[in-house]
């Protein structure tokens, strides 16, 4: 069974500070990893990472895949207050189209 | 482009009662997703469909739970009868494409009483 593990399991830090959040997995047949922020209501897409090593970016979020160690990392660089959220990793594999989710991480971002 | 659409957003039921939730793809998605998140754990598959069939049903827990998506546009989730365990928040996704990121709605809370 493919399996997800996140860490911290919360985080609070203060406006300006750099987070990084960690993302392990155990999967049969890996296809991608994906990275979802939720605030109130829907997971919002962030990043779809298939290959090791080559880092997605957005403004001031960033994550990378290591496909030999299974993991990867989603980092917050300048953090604001609107970043809080939890923020959710999820795998998936080539037997089907399912995602399986990690427990999150809660991230509070103080003024 | 609208979103991922669920309805409705909240749904107070009391045990052995009926309740259909819908879901509303992103137009022109042909792959439709259920999963379900209940208290304190992680958000867990359910279902998937491509346009109107039913690609994989291993994550439904058990024969109460009905998905349809007929004419492979919107689907709904019945769940007959309720019980106190199938509290928790019910998402819906879909994608383009199997190799594309699913995309998802606000979710639709139940709580079962």
């Known amino acids: 069974e493919d399996k997800v593990v996140q860490s911290p399991l919360s985080l609070v830090v203060h406006e300006g500070d750099t987070v990084t959040l960690n993302c392990s997995y155990e999967?049969?047949?890996?296809?991608?990893l994906l990275w979802y922020k939720q605030e109130k209501k829907a997971p919002t897409f962030l990043f779809m990472l298939t290959s090791s090593g080559i880092e997605k970016k957005s403004g001031r979020l960033s994550s990378i895949l290591d496909k030999k160690e299974l993991f990867s990392i989603l980092n917050i660089t300048a953090t604001q207050t609107g970043d809080s959220a939890i923020y959710l990793c999820a795998v998936n594999n080539n037997a089907g189209n399912m995602l399986t989710f990690g427990g999150g991480t809660r991230l509070m971002v103080k003024p | 482009e609208a979103g991922v659409t669920q309805f409705p957003s909240h749904s107070v039921i009391e045990k052995g009662q009926t309740v259909t939730l819908r879901c509303d793809p992103i137009?022109?998605?042909?792959?439709l997703y259920w999963y379900r998140r209940v208290m304190g754990k992680e958000i867990k598959f359910l279902l998937h469909?491509?346009?109107?069939?039913?690609?994989?049903e291993s994550g439904m827990p058990n024969n109460r739970f009905l998905a349809e998506r007929t004419g492979g546009t919107y689907s709904t989730l019945k769940v007959q009868p309720a019980e106190l365990e199938d509290s928790g928040v019910y998402f819906c996704?879909?994608?383009?494409?199997?190799?594309?990121?699913?995309?998802f709605g606000p979710g639709t809370r139940l709580t079962v009483t």
């Open positions: 137009s022109g998605h042909d792959n």
């Open positions: 999967v049969t047949n890996f296809r991608s």
């Open positions: 996704a879909s994608s383009q494409d199997l190799i594309y990121e699913q995309y």
């Open positions: 469909f491509v346009k109107e069939s039913k690609q994989d």
